[in-house]
């Protein structure tokens, strides 16, 4: 084989080796030994350096030859850009080993030794009063909370087919019938469906393309549970009938 010398300081190869089942694509400099070359695939592949067969192959994969002077310089064999160099393990190591993360030891820390340590991301928030540590932000949560459990509390004492008045703020009382109690996709919360009995509403049971009730166009709404108070409302006259 003829050994040339190569001007570009540094060369982006491939890494294979018969312990593992990827590639990876790296850049090493051209000036570094083959006894430290193979240090640094350690780190890649897992095998130790004394058990390390290193063989290049060229863009083409076609064999090119064994790196197996550990004194001789990386550079000084045909190594170029988009070659592949394969780490043969003679560690008896299996195929597939260092890639099973079954069998890593896992380090575990309990929750009462994390809150001792001061250096911990836990120990910063606590001493800024930040994300859920902020009294501002917690005292948001909790209000929120507090709203959802009255709304489903609101929610859970108003029947479906029930009769309903309805006293939004700023509106006159609006009667009608309970066609819909839960949740909704369109806002979060629970909502109450309202067919009124005039067209006072703003859709047909529907929302966004998803129906909750049926009925017709300009009947229908959703209100929250603190505006509908049930009972015996009767439908007005409101002499649609006249001429």
């Not at 897992?46 to 994969?61: I, K, N, R, V």
């Not at 394969?86 to 820390?109: F, P």
């Not at 009382?173 to 009124?196: A, E, N, Q």
């Not at 409302?233 to 001429?243: I, K, V």
Request: charged fraction near 30%; charge should be negative; hydrophobic fraction near 30%.
């Amino acid at each position: 084989m003829e050994v040339t010398g190569l001007s570009a300081p540094t060369v982006n190869v491939f890494i294979s080796s018969s312990l593992n089942s990827f590639r990876s694509q790296k850049r090493y400099s051209r000036s570094l030994t083959i006894a430290e070359f193979k240090c640094k695939l350690q780190l890649v592949v897992g095998s130790p350096a004394s058990c390390m067969e290193l063989e290049l192959y060229g863009p083409d994969d076609k064999f090119y030859s064994k790196l197996d002077q550990e004194d001789a310089l990386l550079g000084s064999y045909p190594v170029d850009d988009g070659c592949r160099i394969h780490v043969i393990d003679h560690s008896g190591a299996r195929l597939g080993e260092y890639e099973d993360m079954s069998k890593v030891e896992k380090y575990e820390l309990s929750q009462e030794a994390y809150d001792q340590r001061q250096n911990s991301v836990r120990s910063f928030l606590k001493r800024n009063k930040l994300g859920r540590y902020s009294e501002e932000e917690r005292a948001q949560q909790e209000a929120e909370s507090s709203q959802r459990l009255t709304e489903e509390a609101q929610a859970g004492a108003i029947p479906v087919g029930s009769r309903c008045e309805v006293q939004a703020p700023g509106q006159p009382p609006r009667r009608g019938t309970v066609m819909y109690v839960g949740l909704t996709d369109f806002k979060p919360g629970y909502w109450i469906g309202v067919r009124y009995d005039e067209p006072l509403g703003k859709n047909d049971g529907s929302v966004n393309g998803k129906r909750y009730f049926e009925c017709q166009a300009k009947y229908g709404a959703f209100v929250k549970p603190s505006v509908v108070t049930v009972g015996d409302f009767p439908e007005e006259d409101y002499g649609l009938d006249e001429m």
